[in-house]
């Protein structure tokens, strides 16, 4: 199978000729794009396209002094902090007073000329852009404001999710009909391990009808809808599947999120694009110092195992995508990439 029709053929529910990881997959990068302000060592300040201004800076526990990147597999890049200095909205006048972000026809020409280049190597081309929960947040008031916004002032959380989210359905229709784009992936977090920021009826009063709005939309043009969401967020997963997305990730043991529970509930609606997993204890508690310690540790060994759970629990019957790769070229790296590499060919002989 060429790579998209391996993908294609996950999401359909079936049983590929391998399991489709990354590599199968091409971006063509947000459709809306960000201006850096000031950048320098482990960190950089940038105003988003809808005129806020962040920080975003590396943890210095997770810097790449740590011990974590020594033999782990994880870029410190991936342990940005994000921090709003400035956000775009801090008046309900100023929704009337900003420009929203409109598409950029020469963002649009190369993303055109991407898609036809990665179509062409057979991959499944997605673009990316970020939920109208975390749009409104991140981009607008910044997280503590919003949480409280949502409580005291639905009416105005309500314009804000607007304001967010309208321009990017636009913006993100536009590139699926002239790209061809096979998916878009939209990101933002919906919680903490703890559970969700917000309860399922606010979720389903407020935010489900625009995340069943950009699902109808990208439906309708052919694309398929992805998900990224740190947090517990089991209890809207009912919901959020019948918004309409069809791929979760990453169902990370760090928020408790168990892998086999999900497979169960949502294995026949819901195509899990998953990171190492590893079977939850009888308390439904999970050790996280334990498991960031085989993440991001030295033992192949036992990120060999995690890797077979994964694959065990989560590839029968389709709908399995495995997110986590090994990039570099070390030892263990090339170890465990040989034998994903024959699991991900063989999932029901080796993952046993």
Known sequence: MKPIDRVYTTL????????PDPR?????GNIIRREII?????????????????LDYINPSTGPGSEIFRHGWVEP???EWWFTLAPAIRWPEDLERIEPPSLNYEDLERAKKRAREMHAKGRFVILNHHTPFDTAWRFLR????W????VKDPAFARRVIEFGAKPQIEIANAYIEETHADGV???????TPEGPFISPRIYREMIYPWDKRLADSYHKRGAFLFIHSHGYIMPLLDDMVKAGFDVINPISPLCRMNLAEVKE???DKLTLYADLSTKFPSSGKIDTAEYSSMLYGGDVKKKIEALKYTVRVAAPGGGFIFGQIARGHTKDQELYMKVWEKIRRYPHKIAK
Do not use: C, N
């Not at 000031?38 to 962040?54: A, M």
């Not at 949480?147 to 949502?150: G, N």
């Open 147 to 150: 949480l409280i916004d949502i």
């Open 12 to 19: 359909y529910h079936e049983e590929p000729d391998m399991i």
């Open 38 to 54: 000031k950048s320098g060592l482990e960190f950089k300040v940038w105003r988003s396209p809808f005129g806020s201004i962040h």
């Open 265 to 267: 509930k949502y294995g």
């Open 185 to 191: 992936f939209v990101t933002g977090d919906l919680g």
């Open 77 to 79: 890049e991936e342990f």
């Open 24 to 28: 199968d997959f091409a971006s063509l």
């Open 142 to 145: 910044g997280l503590k404001q």
